[in-house]
């Protein structure tokens, strides 16, 4: 079935430095990427999405590019603020899971001033 | 983006009681809705899937009994906690989406507290 692995946390960094937290699946066929992101007590917000292999996502200043070849989806972000503080979870659509999302563990981003 | 809004952010009740969360899109038609289950610093867990008008699928280790899912509009959907006990104290998060190869949207989440 599928799945998906995230970069462990938690990560700490300080402000304006560069970010990247790593994440690679398993999946059959072409299945659609997302990067979520999740304040305190909050449910989860869509970051965003590439849906074919090659796809660049991009939002807020984070990136992250469909590479089939790797099976990965790194999520990259220049410069940090501590307001980017937040749980990122990785997910992917398709394959043998259909309409469900499958979603990676969660890495927790603490930006520290 | 779309916008699920879910029902209550948080409740506290006593153990035995049942507990009623509602998700709701309010601005678009969802013909499929999850029930996800978090607990502290851990992913999301998916306890069911529910079609509306259809009977929910749950995942497996979930009871049905205990966490009962209706979706008998395109636009609500619910999850009662029956004879909610501590152990059932999590996060509860739903989301939604409109069609089966569209993007899914995401309440907010429901603290639920049993004392």
């Known amino acids: 079935g599928n799945s998906v692995t995230q970069m462990e946390g938690p990560v700490t960094l300080s402000e304006e430095a560069f970010l990247t937290i790593n994440c690679t699946y398993t999946?059959?066929?072409?299945?659609?990427l997302f990067w979520y992101v999740q304040y305190p007590g909050e449910g989860l917000q869509l970051l965003l999405k590439?849906?074919?292999?090659?796809d660049k996502g991009s939002n807020k200043g984070f990136e992250a590019t469909y590479r089939k070849e790797t099976t990965s989806f790194h999520l990259e972000k220049g410069s940090v603020q501590v307001s980017d503080s937040a749980v990122y979870f990785c997910?992917?659509?398709?394959?043998?899971?259909?309409?469900?999302?499958?979603f990676g563990e969660g890495t927790q981003l603490t930006v520290n001033p | 983006g779309a916008v699920v809004s879910q029902h209550p952010s948080w409740v506290i009740c006593k153990s035995g009681t049942s507990v009623k969360i509602e998700c709701r899109s309010l601005?678009?038609?969802?013909?499929?809705m999850f029930w996800y289950r978090q607990f502290p610093k851990q992913s999301l867990m998916l306890m069911a899937t529910?079609?509306?008008?259809?009977?929910?699928?749950?995942e497996q280790g979930v009871e049905k009994d205990k966490f009962l899912i209706n979706h008998a509009s395109l636009t609500l959907s619910t999850l009662t906690v029956t004879s909610a006990h501590p152990e059932d104290s999590s996060f509860y998060i739903c989301?939604?989406?409109?069609?089966?190869?569209?993007?899914?949207?995401f309440g907010q989440g429901t603290r639920l507290t049993v004392v």
């Open positions: 989301s939604a989406k409109e069609q089966v190869d569209t993007e899914a949207f």
């Open positions: 999946a059959t066929g072409y299945p659609s």
């Open positions: 590439a849906t074919k292999a090659d």
């Open positions: 997910a992917l659509v398709g394959g043998t899971s259909g309409s469900r999302l499958t």
């Open positions: 601005d678009f038609q969802a013909t499929t």
């Open positions: 529910s079609n509306e008008g259809s009977k929910a699928t749950y």
